[in-house]
């Protein structure tokens, strides 16, 4: 194989949004994409592609609205091919006034101040709207006043209080983006390999040898810089270069079906469903759970984070449904740890925020979509993207539930650094280094992990 300026090991939304930063603002051109399995085909596929701007922490606030900007300029150049919606974020509940969600917005918002609108009646709240996402609203409009709310959401439970309308936020097609990204990489003479990364020597250059379906023997291929952009199996890539990125792997899981009996509103955005509950079961149902180590837990008291949405065009009628309330890490070794019990589950929580889902309890549509895959994430719950401790070599990855939206930026950062360019001040807090910021750390530990 020839040798290449830089190699990239991963073809998920994060290798590819490297290779084609490093396309389109750095001019590289030799650049191999190295994966065994289709692009955009491992937890890529598996995303529910909604991004947002929300965070308890303005470096992530700073991220994603510059992931944000990326996204918008690349679906109008591409004349809206990543059909980004811009709905909002709906998060909810039944708490009035709920002081610490609203000082976390303050923080969060910290760079953007009076974003953040307080409303005790509609005045000129703006309803949400899912196209087209020029000269929708920024910041966040936080409803108090539960005629408001009803009005807005009928949807809603009568008991939610509280809905915090995060503006900046929406869906896109994340395949799309993958696909147009591709299609740039390889006109500039980009390639892809199909094979899997087995070693790499460190040096100058390094040494990769890579096991491709057609070849009994591993191929070589050096390249002067690598990324180890790849998902799941980042760390299997720094245990080749004796480093550890202290990451772990946490299945979580969605559930997508149509919704013939027009449950969910098509406008409605992304709803989140910010309180705990506990599940309602028969009598009978719950001592079969309870019976059952591995099913315990759906009776005991679970954390909030149900999220539903429409899904697909304005006039479809399907939605998904997810909660990532797993918390045991796993191994993206073994075959994907899906639990069967998973839809029954979700749509008994997802009724308690719209009770007209109950409907679907026991009936799950026969079409419906159960799937998951791995957030690869760090403890606090921030990417890692910059350079490894190995000279010339760059990780782009930890991306946790946030790869799809943060995909733009994480490549636009990596390929800066990877290219010696200035990043912008935020990005030295996403790069393996901040660990080495005993401050930075500390106030991160004391930080709640998303649960998204
Ligand atoms: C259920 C679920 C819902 C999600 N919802 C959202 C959402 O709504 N919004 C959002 O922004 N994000 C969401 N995400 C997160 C998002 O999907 C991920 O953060 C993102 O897809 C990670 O992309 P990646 O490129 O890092 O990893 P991957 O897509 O996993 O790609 C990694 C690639 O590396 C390759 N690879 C691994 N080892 C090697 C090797 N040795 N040699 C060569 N190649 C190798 C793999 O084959 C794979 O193709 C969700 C994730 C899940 C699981």
Redesign the pocket.
Known sequence: MPPVDVAI???????IAVAYYLVRDHGVRRIAL????PP????????????RNWWPHRVMTAFTDHSIDLMERLDEASGGRLNMTRGGYALVTRRERPQDLIDALHLGYADSPGQIRLRDSEGDYIPPRRTPWQGSPSGVDVLLDRALIRRTFPAFANDIATVIHIRRAGSID?QQMGSLMLEAIREAGGTLVR????SITAGAPFRLEIATPDATTPTTLLAERIVN?????LQ??ASMLGEDLQVECVF???IAFPDTLQAVARRQPFAIDLDGQSLAWSDEDRALLASDPATRRLTEPMKGGIHCRPDGPVDGNWIKV?WAYNETPGSPHDALPVDPQFPDSVIRAVSRLQPKLAAYIGKLPRGMRH??????QTTENWPLIGPMATPGAFV??A?????????CATGSLCAAWIAGKPVPSFATSLAPARRQDTALMAELAGLAKGT?
């Not at 090991?9 to 290798?15: A, V, Y």
Request: net charge negative; aromatic share 8%; charged share 10%.
């Open positions: 090991i991963g073809t998920g939304s994060i290798g190295i994966d065994p399995r955009m085909s491992l937890t890529s596929a598996q995303s529910g592609e909604n991004y994340a094979g899997e990364v087995k952009a790849a998902g799941p199996h299997d890539i979580q899981q969605k997810g799937y998951g895959g791995f957030y690869t782009a990855g991306l946790s539930g946030f790869g799809s939206m943060g995909a998204l």
